[in-house]
C-alpha cells in the first residue's frame, strides 16, 4: 500500500516538473519573441530623436554589442545549460558547482578580452572605418561586456536546472530598460551635445541593461545546496566545450549582426571612393541603415510561423523517427519560404508610405526596397539553421554564415563605389541568398528536403503576385497628395492588410497548404478555417 502510494506520489511530482518546465520554456520562447521585437522597434524612435547622422553613429558601434548580446542570450547560456544538465544528473551538486566554476572563467576570459580589445583598438578602428569620431562610442561600446560573463553564465545555469522563469524575466528587463535608457540618454545628449554623444548615450544605455538583467538574475538566486559542496572541476573538458560550443550554437542567431559589421567596417570608406562628400556619407549611411530592424522585424514574424514545428523535428530526430523528422523539417521550410516571401514582396511594395511613416521621409527608397527583401532569404536560412540544430547537424551553418560574410565584403567592394547604398543593399539580399543556397543544398542532400510540386510553387508566384498588386494599387490611390506621418502610417498599413488578406485568400484558393499544415501555423489556423468554409460554400 505504501509503495503504490510512493509510486503514485512520484509520478504526481514528475508531471508537475514536467508542466513547470514546459511553462518556463513557454515563458523563454515568448521573452525570445519580446526582446527581438524591442530589439527592432526602438531604432525607429532613436533615428527620429537623433537623424540619420545619429543613426549612422549607432548602426557604426551596435554590431559590437549585438555580438556581446546574442552570446549572453543564446550562446553561452544554451551550452552552459546542457552541460548543467549532465552534470546534475552524473555527479550532483558537486559537479554544478565545478562546472560553474570553469563556465564564470572562461566566458569572463573571452568576454575581458574581447571588450579590452574593442577599448584599446577603438581608435585604430574607427581610422580603419574612416571616421575618428567613431572612437568614443567605439569604446563605451565595451562596457557590457563587463557584465555579460555573469548574466551569461546564470541564465545557463537556471535554464540547466530547468527553471526557464528567471531567464526569460531577466530578458525582457534587460531589453526594456535598455530600451528606455537609450531614448532617454540619447535625447539628452542630443539636446547638449550632437549624434557622436548619443552613440556613447547608447552604449551607456545598453550597460544599463546588462546591469538590470543581472539584479533580475542575483534576485532570483536558488543555489541549491552549492556553497557547502566541494567543486569536482573539469577544466580541459568544459573549457573547450563553452569556448567552441558557445560561438557555434548562436552563429546562426548572430547572422544578421555579422552581416551589418561588414557594412560597418567597409561601406564609410567605399562611399568616400565613390566621391560622395565626407559630411553626406554619414547621413548616407544612416539612410540605409534604416532597413536593417525592418529586415528584423520581418524576419521575426515570418519564423515566429516557421520555427513553431522545430520541436517536433528534434523530437523526431531524438527517436530516430526519420518519416516524421523529414515531414516537419519540410513543413518548417515550407511555411519560412511562403511566409517569408510573401513579407519580402509586402515590405518593398509599401516601401513608399512606410519608410516616411517610420523615418519621416522617403531618402534611399530604391535602397530600402531591395535591403527589405532580404527578408526572404533570411527566413528561409533561420529556419533552416534551426532544423539543423534539431537534428543535431549545425556544423554547415558555421560555412554557410562565413561564406555570406566574404561575398557580402567581396560585393560591397565592388558595388558600393559605383551604387552607393543601393549597391550594398544588392550586396545582402545576394550574400543572404548565398547562406540560404548552401544550407538547403545540405538539407537535400541530407534527405530533409523534398522540392515542392510544380503546382504549390506556381501557386506562391501567384499568391505574391496578387499580393503585390493589390498593395500597390491601393497605395498608389491613397499616397496621393499624402505629406504627414499620419497620413502615410495609414496608407502603409492599410496597404500591408488589404495585400495580406488578398495573400491568404490567394493561398487557400490555390491550396498552398493542406489542412492539417495550416494547422500547424500558430495563430492562422482559425482564420484559415472560416476561408475555408466559406470557400467549401463557394
Known sequence: MDQTADRKQKENAGKQNRQSFLKGALYLSLAAVIVKILSAVYKVPYQNITGDVGFYVYQQVYPFYGIALVLATYGFPVIISKLVADEWEKRGAEGVKGLLIVSLTVVACINLVLGLLLYSSAPALAGWIGDDQLAWPLRAMAAPFLIMPFVSVLRGYYQGMQWMTPSAVSQVVEQSVRVAAILLLSTWAMQHYGPYEAGVAAALGSFFGAVAALFVLTAMSEKRGLSNKRAVVQWRKHTKAIAAGGFF??????????????????????????????????????????????????????????????????????????????????????????????????????????????????????????????????????????????????????????????????????????????????????????????????????????????????????????????????????????????????????????????????????????????????????????????????
Open 249 to 538: 550554437v548562436c552563429i546562426s542567431a548572430m547572422s544578421l549582426v555579422l552581416m551589418q559589421l561588414i557594412d560597418a567596417l567597409t561601406m564609410v570608406r567605399l562611399l568616400g571612393h565613390g566621391g560622395i562628400d565626407g559630411e553626406m556619407i554619414p547621413v548616407l549611411k544612416g539612410i540605409y541603415d534604416r532597413g536593417w530592424p525592418m529586415v528584423q522585424m520581418g524576419t521575426v514574424i515570418t519564423t515566429s510561423f516557421s520555427l513553431s514545428l522545430v520541436p517536433l523535428v528534434a523530437k523526431a530526430a531524438y527517436y530516430n523517427d526519420e518519416m516524421k523528422m523529414r515531414l516537419y523539417a519540410v513543413r518548417s521550410l515550407k511555411i519560412g519560404t511562403i511566409f517569408g516571401g510573401a513579407s519580402a514582396a509586402g515590405l518593398a511594395v509599401i516601401m513608399p508610405s512606410l519608410n516616411p511613416m517610420l523615418f519621416t521621409d522617403r531618402e534611399g527608397e530604391l535602397a530600402l526596397q531591395i535591403l527589405s527583401m532580404t527578408v526572404f532569404p533570411a527566413s528561409v536560412f533561420l529556419t533552416a539553421a534551426a532544423v539543423l540544430h534539431g537534428v543535431g547537424k549545425g556544423r554547415i551553418l558555421l560555412i554557410a554564415v562565413f561564406t555570406g560574410m566574404i561575398v557580402k565584403g567581396v560585393l560591397n567592394v565592388i558595388l558600393v563605389p559605383f551604387l552607393d547604398i543601393t549597391g550594398a543593399a544588392a550586396a545582402a539580399l545576394i550574400s543572404y541568398l548565398a547562406v540560404a543556397i548552401i544550407v538547403l543544398v545540405y538539407l537535400t542532400k541530407a534527405g530533409l528536403l523534398r522540392i515542392e510540386k510544380k503546382t504549390v510553387t506556381k501557386g506562391w508566384v501567384l499568391a505574391a503576385a496578387l499580393l503585390i498588386t493589390t498593395a500597390a494599387a491601393w497605395q498608389f490611390v491613397w499616397l496621393e497628395g499624402v505629406d504627414t506621418r499620419t497620413g502615410f502610417a495609414f496608407t502603409a498599413l492599410s496597404s500591408s492588410v488589404i495585400g495580406g488578406t488578398a495573400f491568404l485568400i490567394a493561398a487557400v484558393k490555390l491550396n498552398l497548404f493542406r489542412n492539417e499544415e495550416w494547422k500547424d501555423i500558430p495563430k492562422l489556423s482559425s482564420i484559415i478555417s472560416k476561408l475555408e468554409r466559406k470557400k467549401g460554400a463557394d
